[in-house]
């Protein structure tokens, strides 16, 4: 009997999985199991970073520093330093797109056969309300020669190139949910142990949903489609569920079905959020779970980046959810294809802080 092929129990440790699911990696060199594990030990500081942040900020609501003196640094640069730490470290990354830096993010690993795509603290804005906020990174094998630094190509690959992809949700409990291509599985932090554990195997999202997600304070500009979408959704009685925090949302219906939308809005032309590190990881992970993802009219995976921090429309989760949202789209004859807004070229790629 081949046991890594039997279904691993619930409870098993994230390092376990790793280990016993290596071969099922395409490279099966264990330098990926290393990077997943390099992530998941950055998630473990940064969710004690956001646990304790809560009495900091108490204490340095009186002042700029916290309790040690220290200048309080936002949370999400905090993150950042984590995660890019962790990743130079750990050795197997070249080079990093961080939602924090305008610049590609040299590791000095040129020998690192992969590259990072990361938001390392999204919705970190939710915080001070104590609202879930999450991490979403996107692993891709460099396409460039090992023996110098990453560059533009390595980091700029359609989703359907990605190796890797995840999110951490720091919520009522901590969970980290990836995928390597071979389904989606999610794992709970235990805080007494500092360890990951199997809490959600082979999770599979509904086929279709009764929620949706999305700020319809911005409906006025609503495309056609869109608004027909959301009426559409109302007339199905279907309960609007937005928390203002995309891995909250997203995790929600991933588990109990429905879809989560950022369209294109007259303060946001090509939608908010951004295909590297939020639209493709999360992309990666819902058709890894039987859902879908387009920016309305194209699946999200196969859009070709322009630039690394270039925004897309997003229409995530069950897939009758999105093929219907698409069919209205389909229908608005005003809809207008999804150009990224023109932003500054990405300037000369700096080495690691
Ligand atoms: P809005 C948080 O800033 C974020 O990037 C996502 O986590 C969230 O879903 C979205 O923006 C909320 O944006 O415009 O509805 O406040």
Do not use: W
Request: charged fraction near 20%; include cysteine; glycine fraction near 10%.
């Amino acid at each position: 009997m081949d046991h890594n092929k039997l279904a691993l129990p619930v409870g098993t440790t994230l390092d376990r999985f790793i280990m016993r699911k290596q071969e099922d990696f395409p490279y099966a060199t264990g330098e990926l199991s290393q990077l997943l594990r390099d992530i998941a030990l950055a998630a473990k500081i940064v969710n004690r970073e956001i646990n304790r942040s809560g009495l900091i900020d108490i204490a340095g609501a009186y002042g700029s520093q916290n309790v040690q003196g220290e200048d309080q640094q936002k949370l999400d640069v905090i993150a950042n330093i984590r995660f890019i730490r962790a990743l130079r470290n750990g050795g197997e990354v070249c080079t990093i797109i961080s939602e924090e830096d305008d610049e590609m993010i040299q590791t000095g690993n040129n020998q690192g056969k992969y590259v990072v795509a990361i938001d390392p603290l999204d919705g970190s804005s939710n915080i001070d309300v104590n609202v879930s906020i999450g991490t979403i990174f996107s692993i891709y094998r460099r396409v460039s020669p090992t023996g110098r630094e990453g560059t533009a190509a390595d980091c700029l690959q359609p989703g359907t190139h990605q190796v890797a992809a995840g999110y951490v949700i720091y919520g009522s409990s901590t969970m980290m949910v990836y995928t390597t291509g071979n389904g989606v599985n999610g794992f709970t932090y235990e805080h007494s142990l500092g360890e990951f554990f199997l809490s959600h195997p082979d999770i599979i999202t509904p086929q279709t949903g009764a929620i949706y997600s999305i700020n319809e304070g911005s409906s006025d500009s609503f495309s056609p489609g869109v608004a027909a979408f959301v009426q559409y959704c109302k007339d199905q009685q279907f309960s609007a569920r937005y928390i203002g925090s995309l891995v909250a949302d997203f995790h929600r219906n991933l588990l109990k079905g429905g879809i989560y939308v950022y369209p294109a809005t007259a303060k946001n032309k090509s939608g908010k959020l951004r295909l590297m590190y939020e639209c493709n990881p999360l992309a990666f992970i819902v058709e890894q779970a039987g859902g879908k993802s387009s920016n309305g009219t194209r699946r999200t995976m196969e859009i070709e980046p322009q630039i690394p921090h270039e925004r897309c429309p997003f229409f995530i989760g069950s897939k009758e959810l999105v093929e219907k949202a698409e069919s209205f789209i389909a229908n608005d004859k005003e809809a207008c294809d999804h150009k990224p807004a023109p932003e500054p070229t990405p300037k000369k790629a700096t080495t690691v802080k």
